[in-house]
């Protein structure tokens, strides 16, 4: 595994703060917010959890390249990126379309990790998981280890399953974004049984995610597990898609809490978080965290 030294300090546990809210009073539930984005400033949040064991797993089995996907602003791409930078592994990401110089940002910051980069055309790139396009990326490449778009596979689940042991015991409901399903998977899979996860995906119809979260589940655990459910009335329009409704409760959070929350996929989550309190869905006396797992805007599912 991993382990802090190389990448310098990991703030582990990540930080629980409270905070208070105008819209919550009289509800009388408390909310807190998991602060994963503060594990570390080049691997934040649900990276990190979900790269560890995969970076263990390529060790382990001799693996000195890791390829991934992701589109051009994918924080998924900056995070493996660094993490080969740190570890030791040479790193290839496989963007989405084409190339267009000069490179963004999140793209440079790859590239200076020591990425290369290499471009699938939008069709192409759907059929990113299939043997035709994986056989042509290790005749391009050579051998190296796959870690799928978002880092979402089986090491991703058991990583993020971790997180709710950091929790204090008088969490009820913990509160995700998502996108791919692994943070969910793995967080579901650690709660108690008398704690709910509920995942608020940020695509529109994002009812489909509920299959691939229970594939994963079933990747590592055999089954579906632990309590959780969807809500999937948040997407603001779909898929980094925001709205001025979205974008006035982000300045306004930042107001109040000195956050600014990720508008792609944090902000939709907290706006639900938010919106179901508010509304009553919760009885008094429950106790919410909101994980906090990024900032910035990252229009690239991760």
């Known amino acids: ?38 594990i570390h400033p080049e691997v934040p949040g649900n990276k990190w959890r979900k790269l560890k064991y995969n970076i263990a797993a390529a060790r382990e089995r001799g693996f000195g ?19 080969g930078a740190y570890c030791g592994f040479e790193t290839i990401g496989v963007i989405r379309g084409d190339e267009h110089l000069p490179l963004n940002s999140s793209l440079q910051y790859a590239v200076s990790c020591g990425m290369r980069l290499t471009y699938l055309d939008r069709t192409t790139y759907r059929a990113k998981t299939s043997d035709a396009v994986i056989d042509a990326l290790h005749r391009e490449f050579g ?47 650690g709660v108690r049984a008398d704690q709910l996860v509920v995942g608020v995906p940020v695509l529109k119809g994002g009812g489909f995610l509920e299959e691939e979260i229970v594939r994963l589940q079933e990747q590592v655990y055999g089954a579906r597990t632990g309590s959780w459910r969807l809500a999937c009335d948040y997407h603001f329009g779909g898929y980094a898609k925001r709205t001025p409704e979205l974008d006035e409760f982000v300045d306004d959070f930042e107001a109040r809490h000195g956050l600014r929350l990720d508008w792609v996929y944090e ?11 508010a509304r009553g869905v919760f009885p008094r006396g429950t106790t919410i965290v909101g994980l906090i797992s990024g900032s910035g805007d990252v229009p690239d599912i991760g």
Do not use: W
């Not at 390249?65 to 993490?83: C, D, P, Q, W």
């Open 1 to 38: 595994m991993v382990e802090d030294g190389v990448l310098g300090e990991l703030r582990l546990p990540s930080p629980v703060v409270e905070i208070a809210d105008h819209r919550l009073r009289g509800s009388g539930v408390r909310v807190l917010l998991k602060r994963d984005d503060l």
């Open 65 to 83: 390249t890791l390829l991934t996907f992701g589109g051009a602003y994918s924080n998924h791409i900056r995070a493996t990126a660094a993490v």
């Open 143 to 189: 051998d190296f280890y796959l870690i799928p778009e978002g880092g979402s596979n089986a090491d991703a689940v058991r990583g993020c399953a971790e997180l709710p042991a950091e929790l204090d015991a008088s969490v009820d409901v913990v509160f995700c974004a998502v996108g791919t399903g692994g943070t969910l998977a793995g967080v579901a899979a």
């Open 267 to 277: 902000a939709k989550m907290m706006y639900a978080l938010v919106d179901q309190v």
